[in-house]
């Protein structure tokens, strides 16, 4: 066995045991030490970064949903703020150079809408559709940019409209 100078023997004590007299590389742990201390505060600041970001996107996702009644009601309150509105088409969308106008009915209370983008298939009078947009700078009317259909689950008279569609196997109807 080879025996350094500068380092202690643990064969020279006197009862045998270990030296327990601190060592040189003590700094060095404490670094160690210090770098644990700072890494749940740094994980704990980039969770809160992350909770902050996506609370961010939720608050500006969310758009209300009213029925017409409702949101005349609140019409003073609701100002420009964009809301999805809901109603059923009353009488034919008319259509001129920039926009489709028709009135959607909720609770007995009519509101003129101006949609300015595309129209699903299948809208028409008598359909239940949600618009989203905001009331317009004077409130006389709801500008629309997107028109969402709501539809019922009647199919009953597909076959009859659409034959070319069905394959034939009437093993499926209900």
């Not at 742990?29 to 980039?46: D, E, F, Q, Y």
């Not at 209300?64 to 009353?90: P, W």
């Not at 009915?105 to 595309?118: C, D, E, K, P």
Request: net charge negative; proline share 5%; aromatic share 6%.
């Amino acid at each position: 066995m080879v025996v350094t100078p500068d380092l202690p023997d643990d064969r020279d004590l006197d009862e045998g045991g270990l030296d327990l007299s601190p060592r040189a590389d003590a700094p060095a742990r404490a670094a160690r030490t210090s770098r644990r201390r700072w890494a749940p505060i740094v994980v704990l600041c980039v969770l809160g970064l992350v909770v902050g970001i996506i609370a961010l996107q939720a608050r500006g996702a969310s758009l209300y949903f009213k029925n017409a009644d409702e949101a005349v009601a609140q019409q003073e309150s609701l100002g420009t703020k964009r809301f999805r509105l809901q109603g059923t088409v009353v009488g034919k969308p008319v259509e001129d150079d920039t926009a489709t106008v028709f009135k959607v009915q909720y609770g007995g209370v009519n509101v003129t809408v101006r949609h300015t983008g595309s129209e699903p298939a299948m809208f028409k009078a008598g359909i239940p559709v949600v618009a989203e947009g905001a009331w317009n700078e004077a409130g006389t009317e709801f500008d629309s940019d997107r028109l969402l259909v709501k539809h019922d689950a009647d199919y009953e008279d597909y076959d009859k409209d659409n034959p070319e569609r069905l394959d034939g196997d009437e093993s499926n109807d209900t």
